[in-house]
């Protein structure tokens, strides 16, 4: 059952969190430490949140700077899925379109597919600092 079928099928009040993946280069067992004491509260679903790429310059050779993509807390897909298996649990991650091409959300939402999670909450997603698009 879907995360909205059961929001809309039930009378009772559901409990629910969100959580951040863990920074760039750090492992989940802080995060499952937290999610294991949470458990006890018998949530409903489990959002895992995303956060765009900002771009920042560094000077590669003196006067010559480099544009440098960084995202601190990448890893949103594998996150949820580790979730779903080890909890059982259904999960909700964050998709964030803006600054994405649209073939880059269609690879992003196929790869939930692949994965079997089909509860999404897409954002269009706060502008980037370096985005006068919009």
Request: charged share 30%; hydrophobic share 35%.
């Amino acid at each position: 059952m879907s995360v909205a079928d059961t929001l809309r099928n039930t009378e009772k009040t559901l409990f629910s969190f969100e959580i951040l993946p863990p920074l760039r280069g750090k492992n989940m067992d802080q995060l499952y430490g937290t999610i294991d004491r949470l458990m006890k509260f018998n949530p409903a679903f489990i959002e895992v949140t995303t956060h765009r790429s900002d771009f920042t310059y560094r000077e590669v050779e003196p006067g010559r700077m480099e544009r440098v993509e960084e995202r601190l807390r990448p890893g949103t897909a594998a996150v949820a899925y580790a979730i779903k298996q080890r909890y059982g649990v259904p999960v909700v991650p964050h998709i964030i379109c803006s600054g994405n091409t649209r073939q880059e959300n269609e690879f992003e939402l196929i790869d939930y597919s692949f994965l079997g999670i089909y509860d999404l909450l897409v954002l269009r997603g706060d502008k980037s600092k370096q985005d006068d698009r919009f």
